[in-house]
């Protein structure tokens, strides 16, 4: 089993940049697909970022240009980087993973607990 605990999230200026880190533990983490979600009051989750065990990597469109994704196997993270901030980027950001699974852009088993993403002035 697989445990994720997202941090790194808080309130920002629109404009502005934040990193989330995912730290995994409990598990062979090179084997997993990791990828990031989010949701928005009153809206569905969804995909924000993937990346692959072979770090190929999938950005939405809604933020493509502006977020990236990045794992180190070493250390069993992963890493959303979050610049130009919208307030439309404001959520609840999830850590997710999965082993067998290739891409996330369907949903792995395992999500960490969420860190909150608040973006105004």
């Known amino acids: 089993q697989l445990q994720l605990v997202e941090s790194g999230g808080g309130l920002v200026q629109p404009g502005g940049s934040l990193t989330l880190s995912c730290a995994a533990s409990?598990?062979?983490?090179?084997?997993?697909?990791m990828g990031w979600y989010r949701q928005a009051p009153g809206k569905q989750r969804e995909l924000v970022a993937a990346?692959?065990?072979?770090?190929?990597?999938i950005i939405a469109d809604s933020v493509k240009g502006r977020f990236t994704i990045s794992r180190d196997n070493a250390k069993n993270m992963v890493y959303l980087q979050m610049n130009m901030l919208k307030p439309e980027d404001t959520a609840v950001y999830y850590c997710?993973?999965?082993?067998?699974?290739?891409?996330?852009?369907?949903?792995?088993?395992?999500w960490g607990q969420g860190t909150q993403v608040t973006v105004s002035s």
């Open positions: 409990g598990s062979s983490f090179r084997i997993y697909a």
């Open positions: 997710n993973a999965d082993p067998i699974i290739r891409v996330l852009t369907t949903p792995g088993d395992f």
């Open positions: 990346i692959t065990r072979g770090a190929n990597i």
